[in-house]
């Protein structure tokens, strides 16, 4: 076997290899990148559970890193708190 095949082959395991993104690293870049959308709208471009975005998005809250920006139909509207958009750069 030739270096290029065995490190194409490397390269190829290390990508089957790699972890799919937390539901929570996955709401906080939603929200990060897409302010002030409701719990649904994240849901729906997340391809995530209502329930998962909502347990998800209370986590968040509790850590400070994400508030409620406002209301839109009748549900509240989140962004990032001060200071996260940074920490995911």
């Not at 490190?7 to 972890?19: G, K, P």
């Not at 998005?57 to 940074?86: D, H």
Request: hydrophobic residues 35%.
């Amino acid at each position: 076997m030739t270096v290029a095949a065995t490190s194409l082959d490397a390269y190829h395991d290390r990508n089957r290899l790699r972890r799919e993104p937390s539901q929570r690293t996955k709401v906080l870049d939603r929200i990060i990148h897409r302010p002030d959308q409701t719990r649904e709208e994240i849901a729906l471009a997340t391809g995530l559970k209502l329930s998962s975005v909502c347990g998800r998005v209370n986590e968040l809250m509790q850590r400070e890193q994400v508030v409620i920006s406002g209301r839109r139909n009748g549900a509240n509207t989140l962004r990032a708190a001060p200071g996260q958009a940074e920490l995911s750069l």
